[in-house]
């Protein structure tokens, strides 16, 4: 069975601070993807990025940063410098390789960027 | 290219009734996937369609169910409506990969079920 887990509901920080959002995976799979979302006030998910198991590598994209470790099973996510319009609920998925996987969802972070 | 649409965008319902909520997927994208959203259960996996067959299917009754026409639109129904059926839903689309190519996701239908 997949789980994700979010440990972290509700985090709140003042704008141009960092802030890394926490994603813990299981799942007996060798082969598995893993993704952020945003959802913002609109409601409409956003995809940020995915990830598959044998790609550790981290990953930059202007603000925001991923860091995929398997040995602890966290794919973390940071976001440099935040900005009031970060402010959103962050989903961590996972999902497996087959035609049966599942797509998994932790159960999400609020952020909240005060400026 | 135009995003993922869905309608309605809201509903109200009475208990015991049944409803249909409509997905139309980004042109050339042939799986359709639905999602319920609630405050207490998080965001649930309901089921997946490509090429009009069901390919995958999460843990709801069978009074949820759903299909997919020739076009890659797809319906959701959802028959005999509970108290606990109110939620989002969301419906996203994707290249054919399945559910793990990455998701585009539609605004969402809210339903409140009375």
């Known amino acids: 069975a997949q789980k994700v887990t979010q440990a972290q509901t509700e985090i709140s920080v003042v704008e141009k601070e960092d802030v890394t959002l926490d994603c813990v995976y299981e799942?007996?799979?060798?082969?598995?993807?893993l993704f952020w979302y945003k959802q913002p006030p609109s409601g409409e998910l956003v995809f940020l990025i995915r990830?598959?198991?044998?790609?550790?590598q981290n990953e930059i994209s202007g603000r925001y940063s991923w860091n995929f470790q398997k040995s602890t099973s966290s794919f973390n996510f940071t976001i440099t410098a935040s900005q009031v319009v970060d402010s959103a609920v962050y989903f961590c998925?996972?999902?497996?390789?087959?035609?049966?996987?599942?797509?998994?969802f932790g159960k999400g972070i609020t952020l909240s960027v005060r400026p | 290219k135009a995003g993922v649409t869905q309608t309605p965008r809201y509903l109200i319902k009475t208990r015991g009734q049944q409803v249909t909520l409509s997905c139309s997927p980004i042109?050339?994208?042939?799986?359709v996937s639905w999602y319920q959203q609630t405050p207490g259960q998080g965001l649930q996996f309901l089921f997946e369609?490509?090429?009009?067959?069901?390919?995958n299917k999460g843990n709801f009754p069978g009074r949820f169910s759903g299909r997919q026409f020739s076009n890659s639109r797809s319906e959701m129904n959802v028959s005999t409506l509970e108290l606990g059926d109110s939620a989002l839903y969301l419906c996203?689309?994707?290249?054919?990969?399945?559910?793990?190519?990455?998701?585009?996701f539609g605004p969402g239908t809210r339903l409140t079920v009375t």
């Open positions: 998925a996972l999902s497996g390789a087959g035609a049966n996987s599942k797509l998994t």
């Open positions: 990830r598959n198991s044998f790609d550790e």
């Open positions: 042109s050339g994208h042939r799986s």
């Open positions: 799942t007996r799979d060798t082969t598995y993807y």
């Open positions: 996203a689309s994707s290249r054919g990969g399945g559910l793990s190519d990455e998701q585009y």
């Open positions: 369609y490509f090429s009009e067959t069901q390919r």
